[in-house]
């Protein structure tokens, strides 16, 4: 929120811009950006102690993770596109025709709610610079199909168009949803191959074990 920061309307700017570039290169941090565009006119931080600059980078982070839903879930509305959660955010972010259904519990209704829905759309927030969130594990594992942005551990983790289908674009991800939509056989082969993988090698246990193994290889 603004509250965290000395926050000044002139600030609006420098927020678009840095959250435009973020997005554009993925690779880049909130720092690397705000350093390069310093000698731009208007794009100085009114401040530098850290509590405020610290504030302000994870304020970026946020602001940019939901231009990239808001335009990711604005090219599946025509596709019927359904979300969870904050109505009134979402609505306020995408537009008012966006269907909101209310939020799911994670431990009783979850797993069933993703199998019941023919393509799940996973987008990374912005913080998560190459790494993948718990849904690429939670959807296939419950039995449900999901398409994700393309993370660079993802490719690590699973077979790619194997074990996994990915989107770059909202553009791809509309056609890929479309295709897949209509393709059942097709989707519950990768949810089956995804699963395998997961009950093979990224349960809890493995990842207890594998933590054990790094701590006390020593």
């Known amino acids: 929120e603004f509250r965290r920061v000395l ?5 609006i700017p420098l927020i678009r811009y840095v ?12 720092s690397d950006i705000l350093v390069r565009c310093s000698e731009e006119p208007g794009m100085q931080l009114p401040f530098t102690d850290t509590r405020n600059v610290t504030w302000f980078c ?5 602001h940019a993770s939901a231009i990239k839903r808001r335009n990711l879930v604005t090219a599946l509305v025509q596709q019927g596109i359904r979300v969870f959660g904050d109505a009134q955010g979402w609505q306020e972010l995408v537009g008012p025709a966006l269907p909101v259904s209310p939020a799911v519990d994670y431990n009783t209704a979850l797993g069933a709610l993703y199998r019941s829905i023919s393509v799940n759309v ?3 927030s912005c913080q998560m610079k190459t790494a993948v969130n718990q849904r690429v594990f939670d959807i296939p594992a419950a039995g449900g199909f999901v398409i994700s942005d393309d993370q660079q551990d993802l490719s690590r983790l699973f077979t790619p168009e194997e074990e996994t289908v990915t989107y ?10 479309a295709f897949y ?36 290889s020593g």
């Open 7 to 11: 926050f000044r309307s002139r600030l």
């Open 58 to 62: 994870f304020y970026i982070i946020h």
């Open 181 to 216: 939509a209509g393709h059942q056989s097709a989707r519950m082969k990768i949810v089956a191959s995804a699963a395998v993988r997961i009950r093979a090698e990224y349960t809890y246990r493995h990842r207890i074990r594998e933590i054990s193994r790094t701590l006390f």
């Open 19 to 30: 959250s435009t570039e973020l997005l554009a290169t993925p690779s880049s941090t909130v």
């Open 122 to 124: 996973n987008i990374t």
């Open 168 to 177: 770059q674009s909202p553009e791809e991800l509309r056609e890929k949803a």
